[in-house]
Nanobody, 127 residues
Framework: QLQPVESGGGSVQPGGSLRLSCTAPGFIPDYHAIGWFRQAPGKEREAISCITSDEIPYYINSVEGRFTIYRDNAKRTVYLQLNSLKPEDTGVYYC?????????????????????WGQGTQVTVSA
């Protein structure tokens, strides 16, 4: 099963930190690329980070240097460490499995976006 379960969201003040977790029983550690996506209020879901099966990370410019993606293959879990959070980071965060990273976007064969999504985890950054 590739349907992921995300956790770790919460409400923090600007400058705060959170660590998001993403796991699914069907993740294949040495095969699947895992991507994190974010949907801000009133906006479409966008890709923000991706990690390849051999642990090469990619980030969208707006989170580069503040967020860190890494994976624990023994636990079939991928993490997204969020530091120096800003109000514009507010949104629902989703992870999804792909066959490869196209820069910071996880994609399936044929360049399709992932089609199996979890419930997401809410991140709210406000004073």
């Amino acid at each position: 099963q590739l349907q992921p379960v995300e956790s770790g969201g919460g409400s923090v003040q600007p400058g705060g930190s959170l660590r998001l977790s993403c796991t699914a029983p069907g993740f294949i550690p040495d095969y699947h690329a895992i991507g994190w996506f974010r949907q801000a209020p009133g906006k479409e879901r966008e890709a923000i980070s991706c990690i390849t099966s051999d642990e090469i990370p990619y980030y969208i410019n707006s989170v580069e240097g503040r967020f860190t993606i890494y994976r624990d293959n023994a636990k079939r879990t991928v993490y997204l460490q969020l530091n120096s959070l800003k109000p514009e980071d507010t949104g629902v965060y989703y992870c999804a499995a792909g066959d490869y990273c196209s820069a910071y976007t996880a994609r399936r064969v044929g360049a399709h976006l992932p089609d199996v999504w979890g419930q997401g985890t809410q991140v709210t950054v406000s004073a």
